[in-house]
T-cell receptor
């Protein structure tokens, strides 16, 4: 079946602009994650959704970053007043999350959105 | 705070030689450890996880709690093993993954 998809694949913007990055998880996956990968680094956790709610947003770097998942499927990561330091690959992942207390499932990653802030 | 360290950014190995990619972690609890791989022009994908104790594509990794290590090993490297490898940790009961900085493995024909 279709994997996690992300759009756009590349986004170039100017400093100070607003951007939205979209993630379509695997159908039926209740858990959705956003990570950011800067050059030469591993992915860094940003936020995790269980259904429609953000279960853990401890990785969001500041209040310019916000994410939503209004219907428990597609998610949008929103960045206000972009800065050059926001340039990175933004990765989305989803998993078939089981009940609390049981093993959770594998995180499947999308291809990422490469954001460049000029 | 939890941390994953991969000391080698680059590793080159001849085809047929053994491979070991190092991973050390710091975490005061019962972590779950993973190896993820990213082949050229492909997305990040799970290679193996310590709780499953499987061998995937000839790779194995043993969790050593005494040394806080989860090194990835393969006895005989193949050219198709060339890729970027990331070690990752997850808290028990939590969902987020903490990744190392990755090791780029190149297999020399």
């Amino acid at each position: 079946g279709a994997g996690v998809s992300q759009t756009p694949s590349n986004k170039v913007t100017e400093k100070g602009k607003y951007v939205e990055l979209r993630c379509d998880p695997i159908s039926g996956h209740t858990a959705l994650y956003w990570y950011r990968q800067s050059l030469g680094q591993g992915p860094e956790f940003l936020i995790y959704f269980q259904g429609t709610g953000a279960a853990d947003d401890s990785g969001l770097p500041n209040d310019r970053f916000f994410a939503v998942r209004p219907e428990g499927s597609v998610s949008t990561l929103k960045i206000q007043r972009t800065e050059r330091g926001d340039s990175a690959v933004y990765l989305c992942a989803s998993s078939l999350n089981r009940l609390a207390g049981e093993d959770t499932d594998t995180q499947y990653f999308g291809p990422g959105t490469r954001l460049t802030v000029l | 705070a939890q941390r994953v360290t991969q000391p080698e950014k680059l590793l080159s190995v001849f085809k047929g030689a053994p491979v070991e990619l190092k991973c050390n972690y710091s975490y005061s609890g019962s972590p779950e450890l993973f190896w993820y791989v990213q082949y050229s022009r492909q997305r990040l994908q799970l290679l193996l996880r310590h709780i499953s104790r499987e061998s995937i594509k000839g790779f194995t990794a043993d969790l050593n709690k005494g040394e806080t290590s989860f090194h990835l090993k393969k006895p005989f490297a193949q050219e198709e093993d060339s890729a970027m490898y990331y070690c990752a940790l997850r808290n028990f009961g939590n969902e987020k993954l903490t990744f190392g900085t990755g090791t780029r493995l190149t297999i020399i024909p």
